[in-house]
């Protein structure tokens, strides 16, 4: 399989294979800069031709259509594995790519252990939580795709992920949030996010206080 990075096709290359952004973007239902980030972490596999036009495994894309009905029916795509050893694994879920950035710098700066992992929204939150369960879930609630109380609920609904310790951070005001549902037991921080407040929730959440 040839990267991103590689400038042609592999000598087996079929077109049928793969498809552009363009088509991607409208296959999963989301932006053109989704796709682009998942191609960027990984989450679909791409090659980019000679002009610069990236062209994505249709394999990989049905691969994603798949989670995404998996995750629509109430269950991730694939079995949450129990947290291996080391590092708290924090699952940081927005659509804002700077925003997530943020949330990178100043937990590496806690001096916690932590293992942060991203997400750009509720439907790859669903993906990074299959591959391993995180053993806590930071999420922003308004984000395009599937947003993050559906996803929340999702994950209520799931044996599997019923009890897993989730924090949001939202910019919607609480009379709105808790009309659309979000379980009265999660805490909630508005935005600008106050760093310090949402490190004491971490801790207490991850028992480390």
Not at 24 to 34: C, E, F, I, K
């Amino acid at each position: 399989m040839k990267t991103l990075s590689d400038p042609q096709p592999a000598p087996s290359y079929n077109a049928a294979d793969y498809c552009s952004t363009k088509e991607a973007a409208a296959t999963l239902g989301v932006s053109h800069r989704t796709v682009q980030l998942w191609v960027e972490n990984g989450t679909l596999q791409a090659w980019r031709t000679a002009g610069g036009h990236r062209r994505i495994t249709v394999e990989s894309v049905n691969r994603l259509v798949e989670g995404r009905r998996l995750a629509i029916a109430g269950h991730p795509p694939a079995p949450p594995a129990a947290p291996a050893p080391g590092g708290r694994r924090v699952l940081v879920v927005d659509d804002d790519p700077l925003m997530l950035r943020l949330y990178e710098l100043e937990m590496e700066n806690w001096g916690l252990d932590l293992d942060i992992v991203k997400a750009n929204n509720g439907f790859e939150a669903l993906i990074r939580i299959g591959e391993r369960r995180p053993d806590l879930l930071v999420s922003d609630l308004s984000m395009p795709g599937m947003d993050g109380f559906r996803m929340i609920r999702t994950l209520r609904e799931d044996a599997g992920t019923a009890g897993m310790n989730m924090i949001v951070v939202s910019g919607l005001d609480r009379a709105t949030i808790t009309a659309m549902g979000l379980p009265s037991d999660i805490p909630v921080f508005p935005k600008p996010v106050p760093f310090n407040e949402l490190r004491d929730a971490v801790e207490n959440s991850l028992e480390l206080a």
